[in-house]
């Protein structure tokens, strides 16, 4: 539910008589005091649907018609990218490897 606007709220303490909210230019009354709400009621519990797992099945079934699916010129470019960016990722691993290998064995080894 989206909250009420400032006019929208003014509006209603209007209609009910509030006092305004401290500072706003109403009178030095102070106003009443206003009790919580009471706690709702628990609500009563429903009867359990039946085909609770076929109607997962049917409405999966429904999104699943609504996708986009990719073309199989997507699925290529985008299978390349992904070895693509393994390879350089893998490469860089690699050189860094060793290049520590080395520091590690003639520095702190030796």
Do not use: H
Request: hydrophobic share 40%.
């Amino acid at each position: 539910m989206a909250k009420p606007t400032r006019a929208q709220r003014r509006a209603r303490r209007q209609q009910q008589a509030e006092p305004a909210l401290a500072g706003s230019g109403g009178g030095a009354a102070k106003p009443p005091v206003r009790l919580a709400p009471q706690p709702p009621d628990k609500p009563e519990r429903q009867p359990r649907e039946r085909g609770g797992f076929t109607r997962f099945l049917g409405e999966s079934v429904g999104e699943l018609k609504k996708v986009e699916w990719p073309g199989q010129n997507q699925v290529i470019q985008g299978t390349v990218v992904v070895i693509v960016a393994c390879i350089i990722v893998g490469v860089y691993l690699w050189l860094n490897d060793q290049l520590w290998m080395e520091v590690v064995q003639k520095v702190l080894l030796k």
